[in-house]
């Protein structure tokens, strides 16, 4: 299996608030590296809330220096109008990590709280105790950074199943091409 360091940045995105959480897996086991949330005042517009998102990404990203980011896919919103919002909020996100070359990764909600907490229906306050379980972080995390978090924590999952996955097929893809080989050497003889 394949251990080198990978750095992941997962994103919460919200207008008021979008949560950041940066996780490094080294050796196989994933390290907090660092969380926040990037916040405006719900008085702004939201061309300016939507800006401060993105220079807010762009920091982190610039700081942090992650090798891939994480970020939920939105299936519900309470009405059309926080959907478009939260639509836009996901949009700015995207275009950082495009910006920066980062690769992708959209998880939906169900499928983090599932790979975090092993349910998933689980509560916010759930995933959040599961996350400073899991990245051994001592006190509180708020709410949409530990979603954020939560989404890195999915993606290193991911990423260490499919790299046994493919563990486990080169041995056969082996035995299969030296079979192959050993049948052409046959019929030439």
């Not at 702004?44 to 992650?66: A, F, H």
Request: hydrophobic share 40%.
């Amino acid at each position: 299996m394949d251990h080198r360091s990978h750095r992941i940045l997962g994103i919460d995105p919200g207008t008021v608030h979008t949560g950041w959480g940066v996780v490094e897996v080294v050796g196989g086991s994933p390290q907090h590296v660092a969380h926040g949330t990037i916040g405006s005042l719900s008085s702004l517009g939201q061309g300016k809330r939507l800006s401060r998102i993105y220079r807010g990404l762009q920091e982190v990203i610039q700081r942090y220096q992650p090798d891939s980011v994480s970020i939920e896919k939105v299936f519900f919103a309470r009405n059309a109008q926080s959907a478009l919002k939260l639509g836009q909020a996901r949009g700015v996100a995207l275009l950082a990590a495009a910006e920066n070359g980062l690769s992708l990764h959209e998880y939906t909600s169900a499928e983090i709280k599932q790979a975090v907490v092993g349910y998933g229906q689980a509560s916010k306050e759930q995933v959040a105790l599961m996350v400073g379980a899991l990245l051994h972080v001592s006190g509180r995390i708020p709410a949409d950074a530990a979603d954020a978090l939560a989404a890195a924590i999915c993606h290193l999952h991911e990423r260490a199943f499919h790299a046994r996955v493919v563990e486990a097929q080169t041995p056969y893809a082996d035995k299969s091409s030296r079979g192959k080989t050993a049948m052409l050497k046959a019929a030439r003889e």
